[in-house]
């Protein structure tokens, strides 16, 4: 892509954001407030479960640490299958005028997801190893995981505005047609981020793999 085609892509995409600001708060807030919930139930696990928790990470780290060499090419076909199907959920529920409640609950439980699995690791690791790892391992792909998983999300809530607003056929096909185009476009920034997590985020945490394990 040219100068020019980045600045016309960039340019697309600051439009979409200013013409649905309110759409982006109310699902970035959703993930936010999934993203606490996760937090905070770490922040109330049980001894026993706490200790199920330590177990598993350490066991992660130490599988992690003897692969002499990752399978990149299984683990990418693996992270992009897991984001197609889940952009294709928020996609499909997304063109449901009923289905736009799920689309909040997708974006809610990945929230959930990536508190949780941030908290569990400050937890066992402590807060400086922790937050080592979670940039080491996390950071750089869920620059672009999460604007897109959003993204679609604030697309699809857009079809349901627009088609409860304007119930024409011609109306409802061409927002269709608009939502399909977009979450295409976030689709291939979701591939990304796996080739970013598999290529750079899992050999940065292999590089420093041993700094973590305690």
Not at 33 to 44: A, E, H, K, P, Y
Not at 48 to 69: G, H, P, R, T, W
Not at 144 to 157: E, K, M, Q, R, Y
Request: charged content about 20%; proline content about 1%; some cysteine.
């Amino acid at each position: 892509m040219n100068k020019s085609g980045k600045k016309r892509f960039l340019d697309t995409i600051k439009e979409h954001i200013l013409n649905n600001k309110k759409e982006y708060i109310i699902v970035s807030l959703i993930f936010v407030i999934g993203i606490f919930l996760g937090v905070m139930l770490i922040n109330n696990t049980k001894e026993a479960e706490y200790d199920s928790l330590k177990n598993y990470i350490v066991d992660f780290m130490s599988k992690f640490k003897d692969m002499q060499e990752l399978d990149n090419l299984s683990l990418l076909k693996k992270s992009i299958l897991n984001n197609v199907i889940l952009a294709v959920l928020i996609w499909f529920f997304g063109t449901t005028v009923i289905g736009i409640p799920i689309v909040f609950g997708i974006v809610l439980y990945r929230g959930f997801c990536l508190g949780y699995t941030i908290s569990s690791f400050i937890s066992v690791l402590g807060m400086q190893k922790g937050i080592g790892f979670v940039f080491s391992s996390l950071f750089l792909q869920n620059i672009l995981f999460i604007p897109a998983i959003i993204a679609i999300a604030v697309s699809g809530f857009k079809l349901y505005k627009s088609i409860t607003k304007d119930r024409r056929k011609d109306n409802i096909k061409l927002e269709i047609i608009r939502h399909i185009i977009f979450s295409l476009i976030m689709l291939a920034i979701l591939c990304l981020s796996s080739v970013i997590e598999i290529f750079i985020s899992n050999n940065i945490l292999k590089s420093l793999i041993n700094y973590f394990i305690i």
